[in-house]
């Protein structure tokens, strides 16, 4: 292991040891999430209110189920009320942030309204399948407010106005059916704003409320808050009451195989500081440790090469004239494509345009023409001492 390497994992420790520090002394902070939930003892959940029911709803019948409101009443909401399978008697409640009832659900809560039931339903919206079944239409304030107060229509209650800083909503009821609808809350607009109604359907009731944050852990325990929250309750008919927890019971399971390390928060940072430090360890190594790049060789003339092997064979063999040949043959090659001379005839007129074109000395081409020519009218085999005038005389004038 080299010194840089040790050095980089000294600092990814000491990284990781003050980030643990930091985080054991820092403040929790604080989780503002509406979940709703009644296992959450965040202030939006519902933890409070989940143990305090039976007090707000005195000497009622509580049912908690988690399932669909279908699938829960076990009725057809298509059939006939005197048909129907469905036996349970009180009220339906829903309290959430957004419903989520389907549209099956809806039949099914009206059909058990419908048979002489009621349903208290507290959310910013309201399915528009059941608002158009009830006649009803929802608006929103145009001009949102930070702070909306509530109160409750019927003043035996009292008359005073809870005002709801945190988590309101500006929703309310801007069209209902007077022949049919109660108003029975209000909360502050631009005027008076209904927030709170009840309905009368078939041989039932509706209730519909549209601040669902009065319920939660925060408004419970602040100030006189629960007040407002006793005060709508206290709507709800006596009897048994039916309540759908239905994805607020805290126990949605994560299908990651990571769900338990990412629902911890220190096993989540120890993960992702583990990621950060492969990352950064590869990266380092990466570019310290690159695989050696290989020299490459230039290309050698090989023509030269071959052209010295000829030689060297032709000079081994004894076989001077046709070394001469070769060389008087090149050398006139090259006069006739530098200095375009004819070369057929190596007479004195030859003589006198190589020198003029060349600039070489009169001397040293006479002397190379007459050893060629004389070359060329010999009979006799060459020795090496012809080959090295020759040669001497023809280099001369070539370099």
Same mark, same amino acid.
């Given at each position: 292991?080299?010194? !840089?390497?040790?050095? +980089?994992?000294?600092?990814?420790?000491?990284?990781?040891?003050?980030?643990?520090?930091?985080?054991?002394?820092?403040?929790?902070?604080?989780?503002?999430?509406?979940?709703?939930?009644?296992?959450?003892?965040?202030?939006?959940?519902?933890?409070?209110?989940?143990?305090?029911?039976?007090?707000?709803?005195?000497?009622?019948?509580?049912?908690?189920?988690?399932? /669909?409101? +279908?699938? +829960?009443? =076990?009725?057809?909401? +298509?059939?006939?009320?005197?048909?129907?399978?469905?036996?349970?008697?009180? /009220?339906?409640?829903?309290?959430?942030?957004?419903?989520?009832?389907?549209?099956?659900?809806?039949?099914?809560?009206?059909?058990?309204?419908?048979?002489?039931?009621?349903?208290?339903?507290?959310?910013?919206?309201?399915?528009?399948?059941?608002?158009?079944?009830?006649?009803?239409?929802?608006?929103?304030?145009?001009?949102?407010? =930070?702070?909306?107060?509530?109160?409750?229509?019927?003043?035996?209650?009292? !008359?005073?106005?809870?005002?709801?800083?945190?988590?309101?909503? *500006?929703?309310?009821?801007?069209?209902?059916?007077?022949?049919?609808? !109660?108003?029975?809350?209000?909360?502050?607009?631009?005027?008076?704003?209904?927030?709170?109604?009840?309905?009368?359907?078939?041989?039932?009731?509706? @209730?519909?409320?549209?601040?669902?944050?009065?319920? /939660?852990?925060?408004?419970?325990?602040?100030?006189?808050?629960?007040?407002?929250?006793?005060?709508?309750?206290?709507?709800?008919?006596?009897?048994?009451?039916?309540?759908?927890?239905? =994805? $607020?019971?805290?126990?949605?399971?994560?299908?990651?195989?990571?769900?338990?390390? %990412?629902? $911890?928060?220190?096993?989540?940072?120890?993960?992702?500081?583990?990621?950060?430090?492969?990352?950064?360890?590869?990266?380092?190594?990466?570019?310290?440790?690159?695989?050696?790049?290989?020299?490459?060789?230039?290309?050698?003339? /090989?023509?030269?090469?071959?052209?010295?092997?000829?030689?060297?064979? @032709?000079?081994?063999?004894?076989?001077? *004239?046709?070394?001469? =040949?070769?060389?008087?043959?090149?050398?006139?090659?090259?006069?006739?494509?530098?200095?375009?001379?004819?070369?057929?005839?190596?007479?004195?007129?030859?003589?006198?345009?190589?020198?003029?074109?060349?600039?070489?000395?009169?001397?040293?081409?006479?002397?190379?023409?007459?050893?060629?020519?004389?070359?060329?009218?010999?009979?006799?085999?060459?020795?090496?001492?012809? %080959?090295?005038?020759?040669?001497?005389?023809?280099?001369?004038?070539?370099?």
């Amino acid at each position: 292991m080299g010194k !840089t390497l040790k050095i +980089y994992i000294f600092l990814l420790a000491v990284l990781l040891v003050a980030i643990v520090v930091i985080d054991i002394n820092r403040p929790k902070p604080i989780d503002w999430t509406p979940t709703y939930s009644i296992k959450d003892k965040i202030p939006y959940g519902m933890y409070v209110f989940d143990n305090e029911i039976g007090s707000l709803l005195k000497n009622q019948s509580i049912e908690k189920f988690s399932n /669909t409101p +279908y699938e +829960y009443f =076990d009725s057809d909401p +298509y059939l006939d009320t005197l048909i129907s399978s469905n036996k349970k008697k009180g /009220t339906f409640v829903s309290i959430s942030k957004i419903s989520n009832l389907d549209d099956q659900s809806i039949n099914t809560i009206c059909s058990f309204v419908r048979q002489g039931n009621s349903a208290f339903i507290s959310s910013e919206t309201i399915p528009n399948s059941l608002l158009d079944s009830l006649n009803l239409v929802m608006d929103s304030e145009y001009k949102y407010s =930070d702070s909306i107060y509530n109160w409750v229509a019927n003043k035996k209650l009292g !008359t005073q106005k809870y005002k709801i800083i945190e988590g309101v909503n *500006n929703n309310y009821f801007s069209k209902i059916d007077t022949l049919n609808t !109660t108003v029975l809350g209000y909360q502050n607009g631009d005027s008076a704003r209904v927030n709170f109604i009840k309905v009368k359907y078939k041989n039932g009731d509706f @209730y519909l409320h549209t601040q669902p944050v009065a319920f /939660t852990n925060f408004h419970l325990l602040k100030g006189n808050h629960h007040e407002y929250a006793e005060k709508v309750l206290s709507y709800i008919p006596k009897g048994n009451v039916f309540w759908s927890i239905k =994805d $607020q019971n805290g126990e949605v399971i994560s299908n990651s195989p990571m769900r338990y390390i %990412l629902s $911890q928060p220190a096993l989540r940072w120890a993960w992702y500081i583990f990621l950060i430090g492969m990352l950064v360890f590869i990266f380092f190594n990466a570019k310290r440790k690159q695989r050696v790049v290989p020299i490459i060789k230039p290309l050698t003339n /090989t023509t030269v090469d071959f052209t010295k092997t000829i030689g060297n064979l @032709y000079y081994q063999e004894g076989d001077h *004239n046709n070394i001469i =040949d070769k060389k008087i043959i090149y050398f006139l090659e090259k006069i006739r494509n530098e200095y375009l001379i004819d070369t057929n005839k190596l007479d004195d007129d030859f003589i006198k345009k190589l020198h003029h074109k060349s600039g070489k000395d009169l001397a040293s081409i006479q002397n190379a023409v007459y050893l060629i020519n004389l070359y060329r009218k010999s009979n006799y085999l060459s020795v090496e001492s012809d %080959l090295i005038h020759i040669n001497a005389a023809i280099e001369k004038i070539l370099n």
